[in-house]
Each structure stands twice: as C-alpha cells, then as structure tokens.
C-alpha cells in the first residue's frame, strides 16, 4: 500500500512534536515564537515561510505546528515529488484550511510541480485557509523557485532557521532529557553531548533511543551512560 503524502499525527507523535517540547534561541526563537502564533490561530497571518540548512528545526517546528492545529495536513515535498501523480495529490490538497509543505527545494527543477504549488497556494489562502512552507533558502534567494511563487510567498512572515550552536545544543539536550526525566551526572552529560547528533530532529530521535535504553533507570552516571551509547552505536 502506497505510503499517504498527508497525515494526521498519532496521539504519541502529538506528545514528541509538542512545540511546548521545544527550546530556541537568537532568531531560532522568532520562529518558535511565530510557529506558537500560527498554532493559536487568530489574528496571525494565513502565511508562514521557514527556511535555513538541514538540521535546523523546519521539519519538526511544521509537524508541531500540526500537532497543535486540528485538521491541520502535513506533506513531505521530498516524498511527493517521488510520489505517483503528484499533480493529483496537489489538486486534492486544495480545500484544506491548515496545510503544511515541508521541504519545498525538493520540487527544484519540476515545473508542473512549481506551477501546481502556486495554484495550490491561491486556492488555499483565497478561501480563508493558512499556510506554511519550509525550505533551504529565503524565497527570495532561492533561483528555482518562479518569480510569481518566490512573490506569494513574500507576501508572509518569511523567517530564517539555523543550526543550534553547542551552546544551543545543551539546551535542547537538557530540556529534552528533562522531559523525559532522565537526569544525568555533569560527567555523563558532557560525554553524552560529544556524542550525540547536532541536527534538531536526531537530538530528538537521540534521546528517545537513550530512554528506551535505560530501562527505567532516571540517574544516570558516566559508567552507564558509556555502556547505553556504545550499544547504541554497535
């Protein structure tokens, strides 16, 4: 069975992308702040746009934005663009009211797919409904996209995403093992963050291997914490 191109988040997948799970800082924090905005919906604009380098945050910052938007529907650009029909699967997406695409720079170089998108978006911000795209570049530094889509998208909140810093990695460690309860001695988190992924979405991925691990164990030193990250990695 073909994998859907949209989906709704599982009540555990509601819990893991929950913005409130979130920590940003510098300009990572405006967009955390504007992605909150959109979820609570009022007098916010129909339009957002994140764009910055793999690992930033854009794909989890839009799954929370769909974790908090009820009906809200997600679309891997990635897989659509890999997709069969794709064209089609565009034209059904144009009556939702909350639509998130991930990853528009997959569509570089697909014409129709542009075009579709661009279609797609006056249907969508025409009837009332909201948006939200993420991409590698700013719509106006990004050569694929045609003048008439990089326009529409400028018409929005356009809002650069970076890479954490270490500094900005610790954070998001801590906060993530916080929420998981796992406490760990200042040796085994030093170890652990020169061991663990820098991207967003891996210190996620990280930390729920880490917990699966440990087997109940919530104190955890760097004897313990050695044996739990050398399995992992074997």
């Given at each position: 069975?073909?994998r859907q191109?949209?989906?709704?988040?599982?009540?555990?997948?509601?819990?893991?992308?929950?913005?409130?799970?979130?920590?940003?800082?510098?300009?990572?924090?405006?967009?955390?702040?504007?992605?909150l905005a959109?979820?609570?919906?009022?007098?916010?604009?129909?339009?957002?746009?994140?764009?910055?380098?793999?690992?930033?945050?854009?794909?989890?910052?839009?799954?929370?934005?769909?974790?908090?938007?009820?009906?809200?529907?997600?679309?891997?650009?990635?897989?659509?663009?890999?997709?069969?029909?794709?064209?089609a699967h565009?034209?059904?997406?144009?009556?939702?009211?909350?639509?998130?695409?991930?990853?528009?720079?997959?569509?570089?170089?697909?014409?129709?797919?542009?075009?579709?998108?661009?279609?797609?978006?006056?249907?969508?911000?025409?009837?009332?409904?909201?948006?939200?795209?993420?991409?590698?570049?700013?719509?106006?530094?990004?050569?694929?996209?045609?003048?008439?889509?990089?326009?529409?998208?400028?018409?929005?909140?356009?809002?650069?995403?970076?890479?954490?810093?270490?500094?900005?990695?610790?954070?998001?460690?801590?906060?993530?093992?916080?929420?998981?309860?796992?406490?760990?001695?200042?040796?085994?988190?030093?170890?652990?963050?020169?061991?663990?992924?820098?991207?967003?979405?891996?210190?996620?991925?990280?930390?729920?291997?880490?917990?699966?691990?440990?087997?109940?164990?919530?104190?955890?030193?760097?004897?313990?914490?050695?044996?739990?990250?050398?399995?992992?990695?074997?």
């Open positions: 069975m073909p191109l949209s989906f709704t988040l599982r009540t555990d997948q509601k819990e893991r992308y929950s913005l409130a799970r979130f920590t940003a800082g510098g300009k990572n924090r405006l967009a955390l702040d504007a992605a959109f979820s609570h919906g009022g007098d916010t604009p129909p339009l957002l746009v994140l764009y910055g380098p793999g690992g930033s945050g854009k794909s989890h910052l839009l799954k929370g934005i769909a974790a908090s938007c009820g009906g809200a529907v997600y679309v891997d650009c990635q897989f659509l663009a890999g997709s069969q029909s794709p064209l565009l034209e059904k997406l144009k009556a939702k009211k909350v639509l998130l695409l991930d990853g528009l720079h997959a569509l570089a170089g697909k014409q129709e797919l542009l075009d579709a998108v661009f279609h797609l978006f006056n249907a969508v911000i025409n009837s009332g409904g909201r948006m939200v795209f993420s991409l590698e570049k700013s719509p106006a530094m990004s050569p694929f996209l045609p003048d008439y889509l990089s326009t529409r998208l400028l018409t929005g909140m356009a809002l650069p995403l970076k890479k954490p810093s270490d500094e900005e990695r610790r954070a998001i460690l801590s906060k993530l093992l916080e929420d998981a309860q796992i406490s760990l001695t200042p040796k085994a988190l030093g170890y652990t963050l020169e061991r663990s992924p820098r991207s967003v979405s891996e210190l996620h991925d990280f930390v729920e291997k880490l917990e699966a691990s440990l087997a109940g164990e919530k104190r955890i030193g760097l004897q313990l914490i050695r044996r739990v990250l050398q399995s992992n990695s074997g």
